[in-house]
């Protein structure tokens, strides 16, 4: 554990923040953009998956624990959440043949 953590000091802060920030941004432009549900649901697991990876730089960095612990439990939440998502879509598509998002919107009606 102790190699680990020389390795993730090894390169500055400013890097993981900055490539953080850009895989957080990639998944805000999934979410906004793309109408498939599936590929929504990778681009929230980007943005988790870009919180995970400063959680854990962060907690090497200060030597504590309870980062990682954080990690632990967001990807526990992640996992419940790609089920439940994916058990949604393909009921979604065995009712209505599409994943398309803007069409759940005419369920309402």
């Known amino acids: 554990m102790e190699n680990i953590t020389q390795a993730i000091t090894l390169v500055p802060i400013n890097h993981y ?3 953080s920030t850009i895989i957080f941004i990639i998944g805000i432009i999934g ?3 793309r109408r498939n549900a ?3 649901f990778m681009s929230i697991e980007l ?3 870009a919180v995970n990876l400063l959680l854990a ?3 090497a960095y200060r030597g504590d624990a309870s980062g990682q612990i954080f990690v632990f439990f967001i990807m526990a939440v992640a996992a419940a959440e790609v089920a439940v998502g994916l058990a949604i879509i393909v009921m979604t598509y ?3 043949n599409s994943i398309d998002i803007n069409f759940l919107n005419k369920l309402k009606n």
């Open 17 to 19: 923040i900055l490539f």
């Open 31 to 33: 979410v906004l953009t």
């Open 38 to 40: 599936i590929i929504v």
């Open 47 to 49: 943005m988790l998956n």
């Open 57 to 59: 730089a962060f907690s």
């Open 94 to 96: 065995r009712n209505t």
